[in-house]
């Protein structure tokens, strides 16, 4: 995994909201860290509405990752454009975010311990 990106399952109750709907809670996320980064929190898929993602044609590149699908976050009363990531075949050590989304919070998406 390299000394720069750790990867921990994190403790309580964590969800992410976007437009006032919840997209999912989840007792089994992850944080990844990477070098001076902020954290992200990685929900597995299961634990998120995944109908309220549309999968976009945008794809970003991490040489420690692989490549990154993007999703819009698509609500009644919001849409947020590549507000979420997916790594669908992640490189060496990084297996472990394998069917998880990540999202960017913003003033549009809210990430929380609750």
């Known amino acids: 995994m390299g000394n720069h990106i750790t990867i921990r399952k994190l403790d309580g109750i964590w969800s992410v909201r976007s437009g006032g709907a919840i997209l999912g809670e989840s007792r089994n996320a992850l944080e990844l860290c990477e070098g001076d980064m902020a954290p992200v929190v990685y929900f597995p ?56 989304l990540a999202f960017y919070a913003n003033d549009a998406v809210t990430v929380e311990r609750i």
């Open 45 to 100: 898929r299961e634990d998120i509405a995944t109908e309220m993602l549309d999968r976009t044609d945008k794809v970003t590149h991490c040489p420690h990752k692989g490549d990154a699908a993007h999703f819009t976050i698509v609500n009644r009363s919001s849409r947020v454009e590549n507000a979420a990531w997916s790594y669908e075949d992640p490189v060496g050590d990084m297996a472990e975010i394998r069917g998880h």
